[in-house]
């Protein structure tokens, strides 16, 4: 932040020195000079109280008991309307039994091969997973 204040205040330095001059020669007026840079005001501080926050409270609270109350109505209706998801009858299904046996020695183009393949049969299942149990 430092690096970036230090240019700040030469630019604001140098725009000081040039309203000055301007003042004084007479091209800006006092008005226009209060304009630039009028008289320090006092900052006033004051305690925030809880009667400040209170409207926030409250619509915290609110949000919250909507939430819960949303929350349950979801429960309460996926169990009364939720439908379960129809999976075919155990003597309809089939077994797929995949066995890998490759040797030590295979080449990086077969594994890459071997890879594309379980890649693919990876991709097969999951596209039909409603029809099988994985």
Known sequence: MKNVLEPLNVIVAERFERVQRDRDTG??????????????IEP??????????????????????????????EIVFWKKFGHEIE????????????????STSTTIENATLIKGKYCELIDLLAEHADLCEI
């Open 87 to 102: 999976r075919p009858a155990k003597e309809n299904m089939q077994t797929v039994q995949l066995t890998l046996n490759f």
């Open 27 to 40: 091209l800006v007026g006092d008005e226009c000079f209060e304009l630039f840079y009028p008289d320090p």
């Open 44 to 73: 006033n501080y004051s305690a925030l109280a809880m009667e400040d926050l209170s409207g926030v409270f409250a619509f915290l609270v609110v949000r919250i008991i909507v939430s819960c109350i949303r929350f349950a109505l």
